[in-house]
């Protein structure tokens, strides 16, 4: 038999507060009391990159597929864990590790061309190839930039910036 009290405090004491569940949520430090993993966000997600996390807690994974910012999650969700549609998605935002091809002095910009926003650019460096720069305020967090990277060198998170 599971104890969920124990399981729950247990994947709590684990939630690292840079990790990005979902969309709008408008309490992210009580999601794990309030969402019941019925799965309806994962069932209703337009690039279906909601999946099971710990304790079977649904959070998105850009190794599949980016978020549309499609608002489907929310809107198929039946407990109150969502903003309005009008509000700000999350304070996600990329970064990139010095495992990157560039970094690295091999040529590459899959992560730039697939950016919608154009947040990331290329720039010329003497005896280097051109390297990447993610402007921060173009990031909206939407991930596509992370399943196209060969190095797996992109990750997206709550990054704590200024306050932010
Ligand atoms: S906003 Fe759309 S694409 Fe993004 S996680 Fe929710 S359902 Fe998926
Ligand atoms: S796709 Fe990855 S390896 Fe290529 S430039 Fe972007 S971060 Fe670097
Ligand atoms: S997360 Fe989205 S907006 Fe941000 S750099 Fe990657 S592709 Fe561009």
Redesign the pocket.
């Known amino acids: 038999m599971v104890d969920i009290s124990k399981r729950r405090f247990f994947t709590r004491n684990q939630m690292d507060e840079s990790t990005i569940r979902l969309p709008w949520l408008a309490e992210p430090e009580r999601f794990i009391d309030l969402c019941t993993r019925c799965g309806k966000c994962a069932g209703n997600c337009e690039t279906k990159i909601i999946t099971k996390g710990d304790g079977g807690f649904p959070t998105v994974d850009f190794g599949v597929d980016e978020c549309t910012f499609c608002y489907r999650c929310a809107e198929a969700c039946p407990e109150p864990l969502f903003l309005s549609k009008e509000e700000k998605p999350w304070d996600a935002k990329a970064t990139?590790?010095g495992?990157?091809?560039?970094?690295?002095n091999?040529e590459?910009?899959?992560?730039?061309d697939?950016c919608d926003t154009m947040a990331?650019t290329?720039k010329l460096e003497i005896g280097k190839v051109a390297?990447?720069n993610i402007d921060i305020d173009e990031c909206t967090g939407c991930g596509a930039?992370v399943s196209?990277?060969?190095?797996?060198?992109?990750n997206v998170s709550n990054l704590q910036i200024n306050g932010r």
């Open positions: 990139i590790n495992s990157c091809l560039a970094n690295n091999v590459c910009r899959s992560c730039g697939t990331i290329f390297q990447p930039c196209v990277c060969p190095t797996s060198s992109i």
